[in-house]
T-cell receptor, first 114, second 115 residues
């Protein structure tokens, strides 16, 4: 059974700092890995999707890396801003046969202080 | 806006009530999902519908009954719920085309409280 762990559970940083969020998964037979953002009282927004054959994806100030063999991914946020404050969720597809079933971590609650 | 809407946004119900959650997607997708998000637990997949056919039922109690009348609408019928069913219920949709780049688009969720 696939399990996803995210560290740390919560993180508070001053504005402008670069930061790294960590995600690990137990079954490396994944199809892809995604990072989502969830704002309070709202649904999830997909930030980046990395296919199993890829090593990283970038979007603006965000960079996600994937080391499939070791079961790890990181989300790097450069020059953090108060608007980045949210819960960040890591999810993997696969490790169980289906190409649609997402297994989520519990998330990292990020607070960026002005 | 992600193109997935959910109503109601908040719902308070007693254990003997019957209510329904509604989800609608305006993205032309062929798959829809129900998730449960409880405090301090990861999102849990409950049901998956592909082309209006249920393809996954993730050991969900029968007091939750899904319905997918067409590819744009998904319902979750609730009856005789328990207080531990209080959670955020999220709907999502995606286009399943056999690739591994499908991403799911989530609605804002319904915050359910069972008294």
């Amino acid at each position: 059974k696939q399990e996803v762990t995210q560290i740390p559970a919560a993180l508070s940083v001053p504005e402008g700092e670069n930061l790294v969020l960590n995600c690990s998964f137990t079954d490396s037979a994944i199809y892809n890995l995604q990072w989502f953002r969830q704002d309070p009282g709202k649904g999830l927004t997909s930030l980046l999707l990395i296919q199993s054959s890829q090593r990283e994806q970038t979007s603006g100030r965000l960079n996600a890396s994937l080391d499939k063999s070791s079961g790890r991914s990181t989300l790097y946020i450069a020059a953090s801003q108060p608007g980045d404050s949210a819960t960040y969720l890591c999810a993997v597809t696969g490790g169980g046969g289906s190409n649609y079933k997402l297994t989520f971590g519990k998330g990292t609650l990020l607070t960026v202080n002005p | 806006e992600t193109g997935v809407t959910q109503t109601p946004r908040h719902l308070v119900m007693g254990m003997t009530n019957k209510k329904s959650l509604k989800c609608e997607q305006h993205l032309g997708h062929n798959a829809m999902y129900w998730y449960k998000q409880s405090a301090k637990k990861p999102l849990e997949l409950m049901f998956v519908y592909s082309l209006e056919e249920r393809v996954e039922n993730n050991s969900v109690p029968s007091r939750f009954s899904p319905e997918c009348p067409n590819s744009s609408h998904l319902f979750l019928h609730l009856h005789t719920l328990q207080p531990e069913d209080s959670a955020l219920y999220l709907c999502a949709s995606s286009q399943l085309d056999g690739s591994y780049t499908d991403t799911q688009y989530f609605g804002p969720g319904t915050r359910l409280t069972v008294l």
